[in-house]
C-alpha cells in the first residue's frame, strides 16, 4: 500500500529532475564549507555558491510539491547551474553545474500524465475508427 502510494506521488511529479536539482543544490552549497585544503578560494567568494546551491535546493522542491511551475524552476536550474561554473568553485567542480543542467533539463520536459479522454478522442465529424489511437507515455495530446 505504501509503495503504491510511493509510486503513484513520483510519477505525478518531476521526481528525477528534482531530485537531481537538489543534490546540485547541495553539491554546491556544502562544498565552501569543505577544510580550507579541499576549497579553491575562502571568504566572501563563497556567500554565492552558499546562495546558489540553496536556491537550486528550492527549486528542486518546488518541482516536486508544485509540478505546474516545473517550467520555470527548470529554466532557472539550468540558469544558475551555469552561472554557479563561474561564480562557485567551477560550479562544484563542474559536479554540481552538470547535476544542476541535468535536473532542469528533466524538469522542464517533463509532461504529465494525461488520462483517455471521457467518450473517446474522435475529433466532431469523425468516425472513431479514423483516429490514429497510440499510447504516449508522458501523455502527450494529439
Known amino acids: 500500500m505504501l509503495l503504491s502510494r510511493w509510486r503513484r506521488w ?10 537531481f536539482a537538489i543534490l546540485a543544490g547541495a553539491w554546491i552549497c556544502v562544498l565552501p564549507l569543505a577544510p580550507l585544503k579541499i576549497m579553491l578560494q575562502q571568504g566572501v567568494a563563497g556567500i554565492p555558491s552558499v ?5 537550486m535546493t528550492v527549486l528542486g522542491l518546488t518541482a ?12 532557472l536550474t539550468t540558469l544558475i547551474a551555469t552561472a554557479a561554473l563561474v561564480l562557485s568553485n567551477l560550479g562544484g567542480f563542474l559536479i554540481g ?3 544542476g543542467i541535468l535536473g532542469g533539463g528533466l524538469m522542464f520536459a ?3 500524465y494525461a488520462a483517455p479522454r471521457a467518450g473517446g478522442s474522435a475529433a466532431p ?12 507515455p508522458q501523455g ?3
Request: hydrophobic fraction near 40%; charge should be positive.
Open 64 to 75: 516536486w510539491f508544485s509540478p505546474r511551475q516545473r517550467p520555470l524552476a527548470g529554466f
Open 97 to 99: 553545474t552538470l547535476l
Open 110 to 112: 517533463w509532461q504529465p
Open 10 to 19: 513520483r510519477r505525478g511529479r518531476p521526481f528525477w529532475g528534482g531530485l
Open 140 to 142: 502527450a495530446q494529439p
Open 125 to 136: 465529424g469523425q468516425s472513431p475508427a479514423a483516429t490514429p489511437q497510440h499510447h504516449d
Open 51 to 55: 546562495l546558489m546551491g540553496a536556491i
